[in-house]
């Protein structure tokens, strides 16, 4: 029910505009004949601008929009200076004839709208234009218009048409009213146009796909020639065909376009930007071809700029047509006059400059290129308004009506003339090439006799080097050894000298023992004779006795002491004298002992306030080991003495509270026997552990190691005797050596 008062209201609402505003409408056009075109006087239509595009047929046939119509100031069709984007127009159409009115109203435009009032107020909307969807155009799809809408009149019938012109590139407008014959469009423009149009695109498609075949097979011999030489020229060809390749089928597929009208049309437009590129890269490939740059340096700068221009002008032109901006058509036209005059003009006059050139290869590209530019400039630059020559003129209307047929034809010549030019290039290579090869095999065979004659002289060279090297490394040898000796014998006396001076404090101890007993049992002889010498009854027998007990005693005890100096001067020997590594059964408790023993007085001897703390911890169920003693006694000697050296260097660092303490303990672990001294000095660095079994590897100061201590002692335990030696450490806390030393050995 709302629905049906609503296109109630509608219908009185236009009625009554409508019947409102007849006083203001233009005069009715009378359609007199439906045969013919017909072109409505300006005095039977009128204008409406709409400046924002936002006005609604609603609102434009309602006060105050309807009294704004106007037919003054009007300007027939051609280029817009007012910026107005949409117009309306309105009129009104009668037929006055005695039969019905085929007629078809159309107009050459982007976007337009029909709103057709009839005569019982009802009204029509219908869309149309060049730009609008396949499927959303009304009316007769035709192919030269942008769209007709056939509409029939009977006989007195009356009709209102607004139109809504909406012009998207805004540099054109058209002011003209339409009214054509139906059937005569149908006639011409489906029946007519397809049986001439489609034997036209069979030849021109077949002619097309001719040229596409030529322009793809230029493309991969460039880039083949490219790939295989490196030059730009070849590169800025083959982007030059494919361009146009791309232009062509914006040909090909216009043509379908305009044969069948599908909705590929807003597509294939974008195709023509392939323009913009051509002139550029063919500027490029005559330039580098020519190599213009070093010849006119200034023409060549010229040429370089009105490329340059020419894509700026393309890109900039298309880019402001689909933001439809109005200044869109100032940098179409200007990439227009440099594509087609300005450019060809220029790569025809290069070409005049090289034509004579005694490069053949020159001569075969300006004879290619001066046609086709040629024909360019010709077409486009006698074509331009105020041009006027009639003698000519025929002949130009033959290139216009053939111009994609001469523009083929010079295309396939200047495609020719690059491809024979590739060949020559091609056969230039490979006779550089050939030449290249001989001259390889030659310059081998030259560097094959060079090097067998440098190989020989060298042969000799190294021959005399490695004898003298040779002999200088026998003396080098020889020399190595004998230092090597003397650094051994030197470790030895350095080891002997710290035995010399533990013995001397040790031996000093029983020898004072000795001259002290001997000094008092003089003196109890002494006194023994005085009392021997007194009359028989004045002498004391107890006082005899126990002066010779006395004597008796001291003379054990220097008996005593003597056999321990004696012991002591044989172990010396012992130590000293080289026993070839004889091994005998051996106390290895009273070996380490000795040696704890020899080492801390042989400090003490060296150093005055050395002192330090000694422990020890022997298994006393240990038996006696088959050893080298002397050996053994030099390795403990050698341990004993690092240890005591390390808490003295800890001692004189002046760690309040420390107490320097060196440890020795033997214990039996399965078939061996194991010896560990520890102290509690500097420790090991970490980053030195695994030197420090190394010749000649020492932490001592200079001076005073010969870092051969530790690796004689290394080679006596394992290789002498089949043993280990270890270590165990904490840099700037403690050290740990321990010797394993197996029964049999």
């Known amino acids: ?284 490939f005559i330039r580098y071809f020519f190599g213009v740059k070093s010849r006119y340096p200034k023409w060549d700068k010229f040429l370089y700029g009105s490329a340059w221009l020419n894509v700026l002008s393309g890109v900039a032109g298309i880019g402001l047509t689909l933001m439809n901006m109005s200044i869109s058509g100032i940098f179409h036209a200007a990439g227009a006059l440099l594509a087609f005059i300005i450019i060809p003009f220029s790569l025809v006059f290069t070409s005049f400059l090289y034509i004579k050139s005694k490069n053949k290869s020159f001569r075969y590209i300006a004879v290619g290129a001066i046609p086709l530019m040629s024909f360019y400039f010709i077409t486009t630059a006698l074509q331009q308004p105020g041009i006027s020559l009639f003698s000519i003129q025929h002949f130009l209307n033959f290139l216009e009506e053939n111009f994609r047929l001469i523009e083929m034809i010079l295309l396939c010549w200047l495609l020719v003339c690059f491809i024979r030019v590739l060949i020559m290039r091609f056969e230039i290579l490979q006779k550089e090439n050939v030449n290249q090869a001989l001259e390889k095999e030659r310059m081998a065979k030259e560097k094959e006799i060079e090097r067998s004659e440098l190989i020989a002289a060298q042969k000799i060279h190294l021959e005399t080097e490695v004898a003298e090297r040779t002999a200088e490394l026998k003396v080098s040898l020889e020399n190595l050894k004998a230092t090597q000796s003397q650094l051994i014998q030197s470790e030895k006396m350095a080891s002997l000298g710290e035995l010399t001076a533990g013995i001397a404090h040790e031996i000093q101890n029983p020898l004072n023992f000795v001259n002290n007993f001997s000094e008092v049992s003089n003196e109890l002889i002494e006194e023994l004779k005085t009392e021997k010498a007194k009359p028989e009854r004045e002498r004391d027998k107890a006082l005899e006795d126990d002066l010779l007990n006395d004597i008796a005693q001291n003379l054990q005890k220097i008996n005593h002491h003597g056999k321990r100096a004696d012991s002591i001067v044989k172990g010396m020997l012992q130590h000293s004298r080289n026993s070839g590594g004889q091994k005998e059964l051996t106390d290895i408790n009273n070996l380490t002992d000795e040696c704890l023993r020899l080492s801390f007085h042989g400090m003490r001897a060296k150093d005055k306030s050395f002192n330090s703390k000694t422990e020890t911890s022997f298994d006393e169920s240990l038996p006696k080991i088959n050893i080298a003693s002397q050996e053994i006694g030099r390795v403990l000697l050698n341990l004993f003495t690092n240890a005591f050296y390390s808490v003295s260097q800890k001692r004189k660092s002046g760690i309040a509270g420390y107490d320097p303490v060196v440890s020795v303990a033997t214990e039996k672990i399965g078939d061996a026997v194991k010896i560990s001294i520890k102290d509690n000095g500097m420790g090991v660095p970490q980053k030195v552990l695994d030197k420090i079994f190394q010749p000649f590897f020492t932490t001592k100061p200079t001076g005073e190691g010969t870092g051969l201590g530790l690796s004689m002692s290394y080679d006596i335990i394992t290789k002498g005797h089949g043993g280990e030696l270890k270590v165990e450490t904490s840099e700037g806390e403690y050290a740990v050596f321990s010797i394993i030393l197996p029964f049999k050995t």
């Open 1 to 284: 029910m709302i629905r049906i008062l609503t296109i109630c209201l509608l219908i009185l609402l236009c009625n009554t505009v409508h019947l409102s505003a007849q006083n203001n409408f233009p005069p009715v056009y009378e359609i007199k004949t439906d045969t013919t075109k017909q072109v409505l006087d300006s005095v039977y239509w009128q204008k409406l601008e709409d400046k924002a595009g936002k006005w609604t047929f609603e609102e434009v046939i309602r006060e105050p929009l309807s009294a704004k119509f106007h037919i003054q100031g009007v300007k027939p069709d051609g280029i817009d200076t007012t910026g107005i984007k949409t117009n309306w127009l309105r009129y009104r159409l009668r037929n006055t004839m005695q039969h019905d009115a085929r007629i078809s109203i159309t107009q050459p435009i982007d976007f337009f709208d029909l709103y057709i009032i009839k005569q019982d107020g009802k009204a029509l909307h219908y869309r149309l234009g060049w730009l609008r969807k396949w499927e959303e155009r009304a009316g007769l799809k035709s192919i030269d218009w942008a769209g007709a809408l056939p509409i029939t009149l009977k006989p007195g019938e009356e009709i209102t048409v607004y139109e809504r012109r909406n012009e998207s590139k805004k540099t054109y407008h058209a002011n003209s009213v339409y009214i054509v014959s139906t059937d005569q469009l149908i006639q011409e423009q489906y029946i007519n146009y397809l049986d001439s149009r489609e034997f036209y695109f069979a030849n021109f498609h077949l002619q097309e796909a001719f040229i596409l075949g030529l322009i793809f097979i230029s493309i991969l011999v460039s880039l083949f020639f490219y790939r295989a030489v490196k030059e730009k020229v070849y590169l800025f060809f083959a982007f030059y065909a494919f361009f146009l390749a791309i232009n062509r089928l914006y040909n090909i597929t216009g043509a379908y376009t305009q044969l069948y009208r599908q909705d590929l049309f807003k597509y294939v437009e974008y195709l023509a930007l392939a323009w913009t590129f051509i002139p550029f890269f063919l500027t490029q």
